[in-house]
Nanobody, 124 residues
């Protein structure tokens, strides 16, 4: 299972680091993705990383501000969020998907395991 945590309230321009801890089974070979959902909006892709490689993928809206990375020893994937904007306010979710190709990584329905969300609020 996946557990996401680390959300909170931060001022615009600030930083937060989200964590996605995996437990219960191995996610070797999986892709771990971060998604977010703002009130009244669809869930949208933020970033993804393959468990067994260093390849990372980002939505255009967060490139240069967010960094996804993992610590295999801790079975944890992190999302470092810098230069936060009020439009980054959302519930953030992590998810795992098996054998994803690049063209499917941004699709929520490609992921089979989801953690509970963690709320990020960015004040202006």
């Amino acid at each position: 299972q996946l557990q996401a945590f680390g959300g909170g309230l931060v001022q615009a321009g600030g930083s937060l680091r989200l964590s996605c801890a995996a437990s219960g089974r191995t996610f070797s070979g999986y892709t771990i993705g971060w998604f977010r959902q703002a009130p009244g909006k669809d869930r949208e892709f933020v970033a993804a990383i393959r468990w067994n490689s260093r390849h990372t993928y980002y939505a255009d809206s967060v490139k240069g501000r967010f960094t996804i990375f993992r610590d295999n020893a801790k079975s944890t994937v992190y999302l470092q969020m810098n230069s936060l904007k009020p439009e980054d306010t959302a519930v953030y979710y992590c998810a795992a998907g098996d054998r994803l190709i690049v063209t499917t990584m941004s699709r929520p329905n490609a992921y089979t395991d989801w953690g509970q969300g963690t709320l990020v609020t960015v004040s202006s």
